[in-house]
């Protein structure tokens, strides 16, 4: 089967493309004045925008998780608040609470709703898992509906709208795991690891030093919005949508064709959001490529990310030291690519 060839809609489409690829390589190059390094973070933290996503990026402190997000809100003009969570934070601490104002002129009294931070264009949740599930449970709706409800009324969310949150891997005391249902609103599992030699003494270099960038602001909140339809609008060909599903039904160990591993070492397989991501991201990375239409590779590239927190692996892994990233390298192994070659 020959590779098809596919093409946005219009002319209007493919100038809104070349617009977005040109937005993401200013937004690169933005950051580069603040971030050094971590280009692989970078692209998924995009992809994410151009999506419409939210992701979690998991690295030990002091690797700019939070400057990447802050300098990004920066970057882009967009309104930013970081929310940093703790044990005792409450759920109102976040959406906002009725409150009771008085007219000063009148004396009438009223109760008045008080945004919380999350009525922001991109909420950092810091630390998202030191604080109870009850808490963390407050950014479900926002995530996946982009509204919040508050005693019987529903509050609309500004768009675009993301979160961003942030995990330490390797402090569990006081922790509370995210639960399966919240991770699952997450498009990645970003993981950001320490930099090679060279840009780390960059790092201390530039830190230690003054610095005071000003940022060229060439990309708006209505850009990423106009761009998140385009992404939707990207032609996908049956065989890749095929190939996406095939990835994420294999990791399920119910599964008829499920290879021995997964039936071994993994509890629950991916569910329907890592198809829909898997392809989301597949059109956002093929845009940003040049290329309007997706290819296997896409599907492939977007693999670990977007499956690593939802194939979630059993005690015995654990205590052989089986990862997900393991698990997710298998399936990639052996879930074949159809032979169009796309």
Same mark, same amino acid.
């Given at each position: 089967?020959?590779?098809?060839?596919?093409?946005?809609?219009?002319?209007?489409?493919?100038?809104?493309?070349?617009?977005?690829?040109?937005?993401?390589?200013?937004?690169?190059?933005?950051?580069?004045?603040?971030?050094?390094?971590?280009?692989?973070?970078?692209?998924?933290?995009?992809?994410?925008?151009?999506?419409?996503?939210?992701?979690?990026?998991?690295?030990?402190?002091?690797?700019?998780?939070?400057?990447?997000?802050?300098?990004?809100?920066?970057?882009?003009?967009?309104?930013?608040?970081?929310?940093?969570?703790?044990?005792?934070?409450?759920?109102?601490?976040?959406?906002?609470?009725?409150?009771?104002?008085?007219?000063?002129?009148?004396?009438?009294?009223?109760?008045?709703?008080?945004?919380?931070?999350?009525?922001?264009?991109?909420?950092?949740? #810091?630390?998202?898992?030191?604080?109870?599930?009850?808490?963390?449970?407050?950014?479900?709706?926002?995530?996946?509906?982009?509204?919040?409800?508050?005693?019987?009324?529903?509050?609309?969310?500004?768009?675009?709208?993301?979160?961003?949150?942030?995990?330490?891997?390797?402090?569990?005391?006081?922790?509370?795991?995210?639960?399966?249902?919240?991770?699952?609103?997450?498009?990645?599992?970003?993981?950001?690891?320490?930099?090679?030699?060279?840009?780390?003494?960059?790092?201390?270099?530039?830190?230690?030093?003054?610095?005071?960038?000003?940022?060229?602001?060439?990309?708006?909140?209505?850009?990423?919005?106009?761009?998140?339809?385009?992404?939707?609008?990207?032609?996908?060909?049956?065989?890749?949508?095929?190939?996406?599903?095939?990835?994420?039904?294999?990791?399920?160990?119910?599964?008829?064709?499920?290879?021995?591993?997964?039936?071994?070492?993994?509890?629950?397989?991916?569910?329907?959001?890592?198809?829909?991501?898997?392809?989301?991201?597949?059109?956002?990375?093929?845009?940003?490529?040049?290329?309007?239409?997706?290819?296997?590779?896409?599907?492939?590239?977007?693999?670990?990310?977007?499956?690593?927190?939802?194939?979630?692996?059993?005690?015995?892994?654990?205590?052989?030291?089986?990862?997900? #990233?393991?698990?997710?390298?298998?399936?990639?192994?052996?879930?074949?690519?159809?032979?169009?070659?796309?």
């Amino acid at each position: 089967m020959a590779q098809e060839t596919v093409n946005l809609e219009s002319a209007d489409d493919v100038a809104l493309a070349d617009r977005m690829n040109a937005g993401r390589k200013a937004i690169i190059k933005e950051l580069g004045k603040r971030i050094i390094g971590q280009s692989d973070v970078i692209e998924l933290v995009l992809e994410t925008l151009f999506v419409g996503g939210n992701s979690l990026i998991v690295g030990v402190p002091g690797l700019a998780k939070t400057l990447l997000i802050a300098t990004l809100a920066q970057v882009l003009d967009l309104k930013f608040t970081r929310i940093q969570f703790t044990p005792d934070l409450m759920p109102s601490d976040i959406t906002g609470t009725d409150i009771i104002n008085e007219d000063p002129t009148t004396g009438r009294r009223q109760m008045v709703f008080a945004p919380g931070p999350i009525f922001s264009n991109i909420v950092l949740a #810091d630390e998202i898992n030191r604080t109870p599930p009850k808490t963390q449970a407050a950014l479900l709706e926002a995530m996946q509906e982009h509204r919040v409800t508050i005693q019987g009324r529903t509050y609309q969310l500004d768009e675009p709208f993301y979160v961003f949150a942030t995990q330490n891997p390797i402090e569990l005391e006081g922790t509370y795991p995210l639960p399966e249902a919240q991770l699952d609103r997450f498009m990645f599992h970003i993981v950001i690891e320490h930099p090679p030699e060279e840009e780390e003494l960059s790092v201390v270099r530039t830190t230690t030093a003054i610095v005071d960038p000003h940022y060229e602001r060439t990309v708006s909140g209505p850009d990423l919005v106009a761009f998140q339809r385009l992404v939707r609008r990207v032609p996908v060909a049956d065989a890749v949508l095929r190939y996406a599903l095939s990835l994420v039904r294999t990791s399920r160990p119910k599964a008829k064709n499920a290879p021995e591993s997964v039936k071994k070492w993994v509890a629950y397989g991916a569910s329907v959001r890592a198809a829909q991501y898997l392809v989301l991201g597949a059109k956002a990375r093929a845009i940003t490529n040049g290329r309007y239409h997706v290819t296997f590779e896409d599907i492939r590239a977007m693999a670990h990310p977007v499956m690593r927190h939802r194939v979630l692996v059993n005690f015995r892994a654990e205590s052989e030291g089986i990862s997900t #990233d393991s698990i997710v390298d298998e399936l990639l192994e052996r879930v074949a690519v159809p032979a169009s070659g796309m």
